[in-house]
């Protein structure tokens, strides 16, 4: 590339992510860091072709037209995505979805806390699983994590570095987030899809949703469980919540409990 092209570029490039979400979420789409995507934009660096490549399907401008002259083109200017892009993405900002679909002006770090989860099997036997889960910021995505307890389908695992099982939340057209939550058992076997609502008076409210559970080997589905997370108080120590995890007695939980889970639509 010639010396106009990397004056060009970084001008060309700035205008049309115009409106395409902050830098560390349009890095990850086109496959660099947050500190590389900076160095493209600030000119003291040039993309690679493949990378020329990516950011040209992802802005939707001609790989030719980013090394052009700007004064000649006319950009895409884009004050924001518009709802119906927005929910066809993969993985997004949580917090721009809501606020595109009207319906929730809370930031997303209302989600953030300790949950105590219960897991109620639409099998025969109705089995019921109870757990903990956190769930924290990271970056651009908010996470959950679990601690390690005993019991299959219990919807936690280790704590360690190691194995410590998280989960990016997505958001779906169906106004949920969704989870990719794997190793339910411990042993590999077992992976599952969680989707979760809230109410949309306040995102610190419990959460319902239904958990599809596979196993790997074949992806023959098992099972289907209606979930709730209910919110345990701010401050909350885990130590002093993780006893009697894993399968537990109906008998022995909440009434309002099983009615919340008996009540989850599927």
């Known amino acids: 590339m010639g010396n106009k092209e990397h004056l060009y570029f970084p001008v060309n490039l700035k205008n049309s992510l115009a409106g395409l979400g902050d830098l560390s979420y349009v890095a ?33 401008v001609e790989l030719n037209d980013l090394l052009s002259d700007p004064s000649l083109l006319n950009l895409p200017q884009r004050k924001s995505r518009s709802p119906q892009k927005v929910a066809s993405e993969d993985v997004l900002d ?33 089995d019921l699983y109870r757990g903990i889960a956190i769930i924290f910021k990271f970056g651009d995505f908010h996470l959950i994590r679990s601690p390690r307890t005993k019991g299959i389908g219990s919807l936690v695992l280790s704590a360690s570095t190691k194995s410590m099982r998280h989960a990016i939340l997505m ?59 209910r919110r345990l108080p701010e401050g909350s120590k885990i130590h002093k919540y993780i006893k009697n995890t894993g399968a537990i007695n109906a008998e022995a939980t909440p009434a309002s409990v099983i009615s919340i889970l008996k009540n989850v639509h599927l």
């Open 28 to 60: 990850g789409r086109i496959g660099v860091s947050r500190q590389q995507l900076s160095r493209y934009l600030s000119g003291a660096q040039m993309p690679t072709y493949e990378t020329l490549r990516s950011i040209s399907e992802f802005v939707g």
């Open 171 to 229: 958001r779906s057209p169906s106004q949920l987030f969704s989870a990719g939550i794997f190793n339910l058992d411990g042993q590999g076997h077992r992976f599952g899809l969680l989707d979760l609502s809230f109410p949309a008076s306040s995102l610190k409210q419990d959460m319902i949703g239904v958990l599809l559970t596979r196993k790997l080997k074949g992806m023959t589905p098992l099972d289907s469980m209606r979930v709730l997370f």
């Open 94 to 126: 949580l917090t721009e979805f809501l606020s595109d679909q009207g319906a929730y002006n809370l930031d997303t770090y209302d989600l953030m806390g300790v949950y105590e989860v219960y897991c109620l099997s639409t099998l025969i036997g109705r």
